[in-house]
């Protein structure tokens, strides 16, 4: 399982955007734009797109 990252603006700490994927390549095949996370860090919303996401592998 493929977890969906961000990094909240304010904090610089990981946070998780909601979105998982079953493999790297349904990660890489996926479009974002406008999307909105409602970080759990600092309780801001942050956009959430191709250029803001990064994959991380999550724990079985």
């Known amino acids: 399982m493929i977890k ?7 904090t610089g700490k990981a946070v998780f955007s909601g979105m ?19 970080c759990t860090e600092c309780g801001e919303n942050h956009l959430v797109d191709n250029s803001t996401v990064k994959a991380f592998p999550s724990e079985p």
């Open 4 to 10: 969906a990252m961000i990094t909240c603006p304010r």
């Open 20 to 38: 998982a994927f079953g493999n790297l390549a349904a990660f890489d095949g996926v479009k974002l734009e406008n999307n909105v996370v409602r």
